[in-house]
């Protein structure tokens, strides 16, 4: 990297220097703000305002949860969803065995008739 | 502007909330709960402790009135004895998809069965003479 003496940097800046006159504060202020009107400018603070993405996941998130909760809780309930019943031995006296799968109260019922508890067989 | 980091960062958020979510479902289910109810046609209602399967019983069961008579629990798999009320006893052993269980009623082996209970689906077994009317084991995995 070659050194330029500070000689050579004033007359550099003289060669460089606008031959017209130089302008007041006012008229280059108007100027620069009549190039900056040209220039879409970023709202004030919008950039650094991190809240608005996060809102914007945020709610995302918060409807995905609530899809996924809503289906699960209103889907259709099958009956291998359901309590099975793989095996089933009354011991004791008995007329009759009812399985029922209750699909509107998401149960099982085992409802054994006319069992006699008292006189039940030794297992 | 959101930049590719806060995505990332989002992204990380979202995950570990389902995760947590997810390890909360996979626990759910840990415990087997056994109740005596009695069903009767004497009085009306369904007594405390049963908000939980009152629609079950009340639309399968020709009971007017069910009432909670001992109420235990155990957690799953389930290896114990669950002593309930007027002689009642329930034997329970197994994992929840393979669950073993034995009723006996004053000493004597009166039922025995295997089920597959699911989350929330009650198993009703029922129909062991009482006095007022008849007894019903409710099992039930949390």
Redesign the interface.
């Known amino acids: 990297m070659s050194k330029v003496s500070w000689n050579d940097v004033q007359a550099r800046l003289r060669e460089h220097r606008p031959s017209g006159a130089i302008r007041d504060a006012g008229t280059f202020g108007a100027d620069f703000k009549a190039r900056a009107r040209l220039v879409r400018q970023e709202a004030p603070g919008g950039?650094g305002t991190?809240w608005v993405?996060?809102l914007r996941?945020g709610v995302a998130?918060f409807a995905?949860?609530l899809v996924v909760a809503v289906t699960v809780v209103f889907w259709p309930v099958h009956s291998d969803?359901?309590?099975?019943?793989?095996?089933?031995?009354?011991?004791?006296p008995?007329s009759g065995v009812i399985i029922?799968n209750?699909e509107?109260?998401?149960?099982?019922?085992?409802?054994?008739?006319?069992?006699?508890?008292?006189g039940?067989?030794?297992? | 502007m959101e930049t590719r980091g806060d995505m990332r960062r989002n992204l990380t958020w979202i995950l570990m909330i389902g995760l947590i979510l997810t390890a909360g479902v996979s626990l759910a289910g840990s415990t087997l709960s056994i109740r005596l109810v009695e069903a009767s046609h004497a009085g009306q209602g369904m007594g405390a402790g049963l908000g939980d399967v009152s629609k079950v019983l009340q639309d399968n069961l020709p009971f007017k009135s069910f009432q909670l008579l001992a109420s235990r629990s155990m957690s799953l798999p389930a290896n114990g004895v669950a002593s309930l009320n007027a002689g009642f006893v329930a034997r329970c052993s197994g994992n929840q998809g393979s669950l073993s269980v034995v009723i006996e009623s004053g000493g004597r082996k009166v039922l025995q069965s295997t089920v597959e209970l699911r989350d929330g689906s009650p198993l009703i077994l029922g129909g062991f003479s009482s006095g007022k009317g008849k007894l019903i084991v409710i099992l039930l995995a949390k």
């Open positions: 950039a991190p993405p996060l996941w998130s995905v949860v969803l359901m309590t099975q019943v793989k095996s089933l031995r009354v011991l004791a008995y029922m209750d509107g109260g998401q149960g099982t019922v085992v409802w054994i008739t006319d069992m006699e508890t008292d039940g067989d030794k297992g």
